[in-house]
């Protein structure tokens, strides 16, 4: 059985504190993982208002659209953007050869890719 839940930056940051967190992201039952406790529920509010107050901060962010459903299209709004020279993308879906994920931010840099 394989991960079929994306990756987030949250969950790649408690992979580097705890693997067995990782195992739990990955190969558990999503059904059965707990809710956060009312304190975590505003730490975790708490963070996002304070990336969104960064993000904000930016000149050129762009979001793509899509509905955190279709990963097909959501990434190709991601790379729409990619590719008409979008300084920050927020929240942009990407996914490769069955791996995908949301970084919170990207930032355009003058170096080619793929």
């Given amino acids: 059985m394989g991960r079929t839940r994306p990756y987030t930056p949250t969950t790649v940051a408690r992979a580097a504190r705890c693997l067995h967190s990782w195992r739990q992201e990955c190969f558990e039952d999503p059904t059965r993982k707990r809710k956060p406790d009312p304190g975590l529920a505003l730490l975790m509010e708490r963070g996002l208002q304070m990336e969104r107050r960064f993000v904000s901060t930016l000149k050129g962010v762009e979001t793509p659209a899509w509905d955190w459903k279709d990963w097909a299209a959501g990434t190709a709004a ?8 979008t300084s920050w993308i927020y929240q942009g879906p ?3 050869d069955g791996i995908r994920g949301v ?6 840099v003058e170096s080619p890719s793929n």
């Avoid at 991601?78 to 020279?85: C, D, E, P």
């Avoid at 970084?103 to 355009?108: I, S």
């Fill in 94 to 96: 990407l996914a490769w």
């Fill in 103 to 108: 970084p919170d931010l990207l930032q355009r």
């Fill in 78 to 85: 991601t790379r729409a953007l990619m590719g008409k020279g």
